[in-house]
């Protein structure tokens, strides 16, 4: 995806002519595309079938039989009466999975939505990577992504996150050329916002308005970095516009939900939105109470040892080894890990499973920095970090031996 003008999009896009002239060209990228799914499918569906860990994946599982056997869409409630505390767009899809699988709620049926989302996901970050910074740093962060424990686990958990990632990425990469040129009004702009605001829709019935809350930070995050004011961004129709399209879709659950549940759905609600970002002093729900730092550090430990390359990531964009059209891109997608870290450090309530939209940006940034166009100290310090981690491994085993 070529990055639009600030003045305003052209009518036809070099990408466009360019997969009009060369539809062979349009074919084999498809069916690179449609390869890399595959690989990215049989990796993270190992483990699909194991039994249920903790608490939370059986109540999953016990919610998505509430809807196929119950019929509870609306409202659904576990073996103990405990009702469902999130929205049920990932409940509602394992439930259509597993009815027409044969009814029965089990490991591989529950965990299905989050298999294909992580390979949808890792699917998006290559392409999306490959048509805004490069073919090579496409790869990479395929590659990267794909081979991040905090990933690659999270592809078989019966729960809410994967998915909201994904929605979450393609809402924000969506958001990306609207930034660029917010004043452009087109049909195809036109589609892009129905696009988003169905995307953040979808991401509300996911997990609730954090999704529109994550994207709006992480676009200020970028605005700022970029020296420009995020709130001049608001004097344009399209955030508006995209807000009231999500808010809609959401409401499709949340009204009928609030109705029929009464005041103790409306307190969830309350909670679940609110209560888990405030401190218990506050009014917030007090649960998950840890340190400030504890995000970060589940950060750095879930996307090790991806996150050794961060510094001379940095490093790199300091002395300008990444080139400029590079740059912008590459910032864009870290500002989404950017506002992960700080919106999550901030709340009360802190799990494992928050870091997980973070870890694409992550993957772009690292990916950035084997792909440099000048040999300077990023580079060196990118060589030392990456032998140093290969050759550790080999010394240690040679001690012991």
Known sequence: MARS?????????????????????????????????????????????????????PQSAEWIQSIVRDGHCLIPADAYGYTDRKPPLFYWLSAIITKASGGIVDEVRARAISVVAGTVLAVSVLAWTVGNVGTSEGWLAF????????????????????????????????????????????PVSTRRKIFVGVILGLGILTKGPIAIVLCALAASIYLLIERRNPIAILRHRWPWQVVAIAVAIGAIWYVPAAVVGGHKIVRIIFAENFGHFMPARLGGTGESYRPFYFIAARLLG????????????????YT????????????????????????????????????????????????????????????????VIVAAFVLAPIVAILYLA
Request: hydrophobic residues 55%; glycine residues 4%; charged residues 15%.
């Open 5 to 57: 003008d600030r003045d305003g999009p052209p009518s036809v896009t070099l990408a466009q002519v360019d997969i009009l002239a060369n539809p062979r060209r349009a074919f084999t990228r498809l069916a690179t595309l449609a390869l890399a799914a595959l690989f990215a499918f049989i990796v993270l569906a190992q483990g699909i079938s194991a039994p249920f860990q903790k608490d939370a994946e």
């Open 302 to 317: 879930g996307a090790f040892p991806l996150t050794l390359l961060i510094l001379p990531a940095a490093l790199a964009f």
């Open 320 to 383: 300008g080894e990444i080139s400029v059209e590079k740059r912008r891109p590459v910032i864009y997608q870290i500002s989404m890990s950017l506002a992960v870290l700080l919106f999550f450090s901030i709340a009360s309530v802190k799990r494992d499973d928050y870091i997980l939209p973070a870890l694409p940006g992550i993957a772009i940034l690292c990916a950035s920095v084997f792909t440099l166009e000048v040999r300077g100290a990023a580079a060196k310090l990118r060589d």
């Open 143 to 186: 590659l990267l992504l794909m081979g991040t424990y905090g990933f690659a686990s999270r592809a078989t958990e019966a729960l809410t996150d994967m998915l909201l990632t994904l929605l979450l990425f393609a809402a924000y990469s969506a958001i990306y050329p609207m930034l660029e040129a917010p004043a452009a009004e087109s």
